[in-house]
């Protein structure tokens, strides 16, 4: 007997991710993806998988809570961590990637599936049968209102923002210096310093600068989420704030001089041939023509041509402990699956890893077979029973942290070790887990 195609609704990391297990599974899947015939308010390309805010996954080491996620996705087959792997660019001890390249990739790789159907149109409700949502938090209007109708719940939302990216060539280079932060890895950032006048200059015209409006529904909900504050708002906490934070200038050095800047701006590789360049950090919601006379001020950006400046976007998501189980199921519709930011989790890898969970169990429906429940000592599992289990009052979303792991049996004062005990229970657990899957 034939089996009926899954229906996957979106075509960003989760949704790309959910098709390939799916397919992978030998279930027939159809991935519905409504651009280039409609856009959000954040995307550019047609291209499935890509990448809005940022072209950085997070740090790549093991004992770090986005470099435990990575490892275990790679470990149970992530199509967008491989490619991610393919095509990272220098950034330190981040994985960050060739956006372009990336997203290209994975839209050719998933269009040649057999078992992937790849639909360029809008779904306005949700259909009958199994189905992944993973619309992300920018869903069209339409569906946003089915799904409100279907969960009988308003959306919540948190205010997101992208940096803006220069061109390489226009980057004064005998200012800026080439290395990375306590010369970890391969000198892969930019670093444009700054002396206490300079920056305290600059920190001044920032905090003055003149923001895009919010609509009037917007600013009534207005709230930013602390993750991913715009600059201009970090920089209004406080003198000193963004000096403990982007613009940190520990672990770096101007190796012509020796000397350690007051305060210095990154900007880190976004393509492999190293032609543009973000600004790390410097998501906003400033004017362009104030994007484009503040961030002149930084040594080294004078000149500075923008292939993009930096935007602003609200961003919804549902109340998932009221909504969710830990399999990524809706409670009230065990065949309707959700994955990525729209169920409250924070993060590329985050909304890989939900795609993984989703479309994995999705097939399993499909198959006849019980959906999985990840551990909770791994990453992925604990991120998971964190966003069904949460206190529904007060949800926000959640990226990967370590903080919602099972305590160890034992305390461990000193964190580095602490995090890499995590680690180590993290992955003899999923190997586990991998075994009797």
């Known amino acids: 007997m034939e089996k009926q195609p899954i229906v996957v609704i979106g075509g960003g990391l989760a949704g790309t991710e959910a098709a390939w297990q799916i397919a992978q599974a030998g279930v027939p899947v159809i991935l519905y993806e409504m651009r280039p015939y409609r856009f959000s308010p954040a995307h550019h390309t047609e291209h499935l998988a890509e990448l809005v805010c940022s072209n ?5 080491a093991s004992d770090r809570a986005a470099g435990l996620l990575h490892e275990e996705l790679r470990q149970l087959g992530s199509i967008v961590i491989a490619k991610a792997d393919e095509h990272k660019v220098p950034a330190g001890g981040a994985l960050a990637v060739d956006r372009g ?15 992937i159907e790849l639909r360029r149109e809008e779904i306005r409700s949700i259909p009958e049968g199994i189905v992944v949502l993973a619309t992300g938090p920018l869903t069209s209007p339409d569906l946003a209102e089915d799904l409100r109708r279907f969960t009988g719940m308003e959306y919540l939302s948190f205010f997101d923002a992208a940096s803006p990216i220069v061109v390489g060539e226009t980057i004064n280079r005998d200012i800026a210096f080439l290395a990375s932060r306590y010369d970890k890895g391969e000198a892969a950032y930019l670093n444009c310093p700054m002396n206490k006048e300079q920056y305290l200059r600059f920190w001044q015209e920032l905090c003055a600068a003149e923001q895009t409006e919010l609509k009037n ?9 602390e993750a991913c504050l715009p600059i201009e708002e970090l920089a209004r906490r406080g003198e000193d704030t963004m000096r403990y934070g982007p613009l940190k200038p520990v672990g770096l050095s101007d190796s012509r001089t020796g000397e350690r800047p007051y305060a210095v701006v990154q900007l880190r590789q976004e393509d492999k041939a190293g032609q543009l360049w973000n600004m790390v950090g410097f998501q906003t919601n400033l004017r362009w023509g104030e994007q484009k006379r503040v961030f002149r001020m930084i040594p080294g950006l004078e000149n500075a041509e923008f292939v993009r400046l930096g935007v602003m976007h609200r961003n919804t998501f549902i109340n998932a402990p009221q909504l969710m189980l830990p399999t990524l199921q809706f409670k009230n519709r065990p065949t309707l699956l959700g994955a990525g930011q729209l169920i409250g989790t924070e993060g590329y890898t985050a909304a890989t890893a939900g795609g993984w969970l989703a479309g994995t169990n999705a097939a399993r429906l499909a198959l006849g077979k019980e959906p999985l429940n990840l551990p909770t000592t791994t990453m992925m599992g604990a991120l998971f029973e964190f966003i069904s289990s949460a206190s529904p009052k007060h949800f926000q979303p959640m990226p990967p942290n370590f903080g919602i792991l099972p305590e160890l049996g034992e305390k461990i004062k000193n964190k580095q070790e602490r995090y890499r005990r995590y680690r180590d229970r993290a992955l003899a657990d999923l190997k586990k887990f991998i075994i009797d899957m």
């Open 56 to 60: 950085s996954f997070g740090a790549m």
């Open 217 to 225: 529904f917007e600013r009534e909900t207005a709230k930013f989420f």
């Open 101 to 115: 390249q990336f997203s290209q990739d994975l839209t050719q790789t998933l269009s040649q599936h057999p078992f």
